[in-house]
């Protein structure tokens, strides 16, 4: 995990003033991080019986189908308001910087499900919280939340639910 964590770039006042942007590109593009990244987060979940990883737009995207494909599990995008093509349900919520909806396909999720939500970082809480509650209200058999990074300071674990098993790679 150190060897991730160098690779790991920080970007200050991005997307607005005053927000220490962890990007994950940097080692997304370093074969040996990305392969790490993969293997560790599969690592969390290979006895659970996981069915379904939820993919949280956008960069939950990428190590969501690598976590999914990792556990022989399928990949459900949770998107942005009119992404998706069929019908869905959706959920607003605050983030550290904004306002924001997600969406997921109504038909996404069915009550056999075990399900795995992952993003890249965990920072407020209020995005992962919206995704649990949509997905919480298709009534899978378990949830699960995982992250890249959890930025401990903005102590976005107070907003998921008290009962949700929450897993991170790295902390800051
Ligand atoms: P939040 O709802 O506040 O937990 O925000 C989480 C979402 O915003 C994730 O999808 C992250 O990709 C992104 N995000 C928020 N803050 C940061 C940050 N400081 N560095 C990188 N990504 C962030």
């Known amino acids: 995990m150190e060897y991730v964590k160098s690779k790991i770039r920080d970007v200050q006042d991005f997307p607005q003033k005053g927000v220490l942007f962890k990007d994950l590109t940097t080692a997304f593009k370093d074969a040996r991080a990305l392969h790490i990244i993969g293997w560790d987060l599969s690592q969390l979940y290979r006895d659970k019986g996981i ?5 949280i737009e956008s960069r939950g995207f990428i190590g969501g189908s690598i976590l999914a494909f990792e556990l022989g599990a399928g990949f459900v ?13 959706s959920c607003s919520f605050d983030k550290e910087y904004g306002k924001d909806t997600i969406e997921i396909h109504r038909d996404a999720i069915g009550p056999d499900d075990v399900v795995v ?9 209020g995005t992962m919280a919206a995704a649990y509650e949509l997905v919480k209200s298709l009534n899978p058999k378990k949830i699960y939340i995982n992250f890249i990074i959890e930025l401990k300071s903005l102590n976005g674990r107070a907003a ?8 991170s790679l790295l902390s800051y």
């Open 51 to 55: 069915t379904k990883v939820v993919g």
């Open 77 to 89: 995008p949770a998107r942005k308001p009119g992404k998706l093509p069929a019908d869905t349900i």
């Open 117 to 125: 939500l992952h993003d890249d970082v965990l920072a407020t809480g």
């Open 160 to 167: 998921l639910p008290a009962d949700a098993e929450v897993t």
